[in-house]
């Protein structure tokens, strides 16, 4: 590791060399109508893990049971404090002057076993708090009902892979639109289904860890589609008129460029796996999981000997419920691939050989502090485009963008970021007609980026975790993006070539 920061800072140092500022700014203008906001979610910034009557999730579990699953081997029973600083949270998106707050809902705060009776009414009471404190400065609160705290309970019935989260998932919801829904303008069910499952329940990467790609994912985002839909149909029949709101999901996805133009197929195949999966469903005409993703998966299973294909299979009806339960496409997105196509050389059952592409970065790239992901703002634009020209041009609220950055308040490369990928998306609004109606940064302070602990900061502002306080301070970021949402402009920022 200590050879790998090395490397790293002689990255940052080579990119920082490389930035000049900008000299001309480009025309477009963001509309009076156009969101700005910024994000959080709960296990990543609330703390007071066992407080108040909250109950045990998968991220409590992974981080006290298996601390080494973690970079620095921290976890999020403090994070930033927020369960007790909201108040202070809520000044400086005030001082931001941005239009909304993406936050997330501690799913055992409100039901601490996971199984739907007796709301635990301290939990449900801070979500009133914070609602109440945003609204009273005019900040619409944006409310994810689920970001990847999972209550343990549920987890060992399987979680996501059993059918039975279906109802414990819309009883949930249903406790929370029958709490909030008279105030909160924008819900988002589930963030980022491809990190919960593929990621969750196919890989290591995130709780509950559990290894069984090309299976366990499978079952998940069955589940996990139903369970969103059931929700939407709740809310839409339901609560939607209380305050006349909207509900929709968010997907992450990177761009997936061809390396090459014959690697076209194989990059849209690339495309249909990550994000078309989730999409398809939801977003489509048919509905239904993409044509490409049955056939590769139904075909890779009978050659390993598998008597069904490893997809479950929607019924009729199914498809039609999932079909249309979204009001816009949510999208996190952050870096861009390219890709080749990579045929399968062996059995091995896994999303991956499913897929059967490779994906990779040109060296060309600059790459962010981390050296996670690079930084090419035009895959953003693509991006918007292929989503309005694949799933019938839907609204799309970027519910997370961002990058991290090296330490220290001097966030250049964070205003580049924003910059660039702002410039994007006033191009993709202006030039391509994509109906982009808000931006998220990605995030409104450092927090605990789940298995990189605390080593990756994605915050416009700084929290100091050796201080029992958890003081925040804002970062360069906050004063480029403050007068970005005044000026409706994206003022000039230093370039990264
Ligand atoms: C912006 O507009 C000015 C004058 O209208 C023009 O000279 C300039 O080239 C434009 N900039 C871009 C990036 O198009
Ligand atoms: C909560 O967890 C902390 C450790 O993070 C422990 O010291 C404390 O006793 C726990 N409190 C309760 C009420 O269980
Ligand atoms: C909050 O939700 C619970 C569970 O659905 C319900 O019993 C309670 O009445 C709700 N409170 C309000 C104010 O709607
Ligand atoms: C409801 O919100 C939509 C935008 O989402 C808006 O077009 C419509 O005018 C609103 N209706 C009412 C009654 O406020
Ligand atoms: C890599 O980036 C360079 C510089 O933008 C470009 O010239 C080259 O075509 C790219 N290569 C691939 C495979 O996309
Ligand atoms: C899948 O199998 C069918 C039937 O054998 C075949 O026609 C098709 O080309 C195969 N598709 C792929 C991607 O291998
Ligand atoms: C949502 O409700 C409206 C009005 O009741 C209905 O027309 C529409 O079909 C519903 N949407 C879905 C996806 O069921
Ligand atoms: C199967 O092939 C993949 C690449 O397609 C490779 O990563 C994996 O190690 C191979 N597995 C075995 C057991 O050979
Ligand atoms: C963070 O807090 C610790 C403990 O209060 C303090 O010693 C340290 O100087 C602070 N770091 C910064 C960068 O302010
Ligand atoms: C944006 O507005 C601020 C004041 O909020 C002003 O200082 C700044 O120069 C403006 N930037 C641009 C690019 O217009």
Redesign the pocket.
Known sequence: MEANNNALLLRIALLISLMTYRECASNYTFSSDFLFGTATSAYQVEGAWNESGKGENVWDFITHNTPEFVYDESNGDIACDSYHKYEEDISLLKDIGVNFYRFSVSWTRIYPNGYPYNPNAEGIAYYNNLIDGLLAQNITPMLTIYHWDLPQRLQELGGWTNSYIVESFTEYARTLLENYSDRVKYWITINEPYSICNEGYGEVAYAPALDMSGRADYLCIHNLLKSHAAVYHLFNNTYRARNNATMGISLSAAWYEPSSPEEEEAAERTRQFRVGFYANPIFSTDGDYPQVIKEYIGNRSSAQGFTKSRLPQFTSDEIDYIRGTSDFFGLNHYTTKLVRNSPATNNTVSFESDLQTEQFLNSSWPMDAAGRDAIVPWGLRKLLTWIKNTFNNPIIHITENGTPDSGGLEDNIRVSYYGSYLEAVLEAINEDNVDVRSYTAWSLMDNYEWKYGYAYRYGIHSV?F???DR?R?PKLSVSFYKDLIANRTVGDYPSLS
């Open positions: 100091n050796s201080d029992p003081p301070t």
